[in-house]
């Protein structure tokens, strides 16, 4: 804070806002670099692909699947044999009913095929294939 005496001897005092304006600058420069390097969900690289529509932007179901067959309903690790259980009881709080499936562009589509198969005798009419979307390059 800063003090100024005036001709007349009356005191003014009035705050001093560069150090605070400077602390927030280096606040948003740190969360301006740390917000993109958190990663939402598991890790997993995901296929590329041109015609790609938006999904909200916080899907309560999402199953993912590495590229070793690990599957994940959000960050709960899961098993091909308790997998229609789990999307059954994701489902009873869900409010929307479509379910959003993050796959490892290297897994085998027989994997998916399976995975399909049982996600349809959960009850699950909507999967959403989570994909990167592919930019086209102008030579």
């Known amino acids: 804070m800063s003090m100024m005496v005036s001709k007349e001897d009356e005191v003014s005092s009035e705050p001093n806002v560069?150090?605070?304006c400077d602390?927030?600058?280096v606040l948003l420069i740190i969360f301006m670099v740390v917000t993109p390097l958190i990663q939402k969900g598991v890790d997993v690289r995901l296929p590329v692909a041109l015609n790609t529509i938006?999904?909200?932007e916080n899907p309560e179901v999402v199953l993912s699947i590495r590229k070793d067959g690990k599957m994940y309903i959000g960050p709960d690790q899961i098993t091909l044999?308790?997998?229609q259980t789990?999307?059954?009881?994701a489902f009873m709080t869900a409010s929307d009913k479509r379910l959003y499936l993050r796959a490892d562009g290297e897994l085998e589509y027989g994997n998916i095929v399976d995975v399909v198969e049982i996600l349809k005798a959960a009850g699950v009419e909507i999967v959403g294939i989570i994909t990167?979307?592919?930019t086209e390059r102008i030579d």
């Open 81 to 83: 044999d308790n997998l």
């Open 86 to 89: 789990m999307i059954e009881e």
């Open 18 to 20: 560069v150090p605070l």
């Open 132 to 134: 990167e979307v592919k």
């Open 54 to 56: 938006n999904m909200p």
């Open 23 to 25: 602390v927030l600058l």
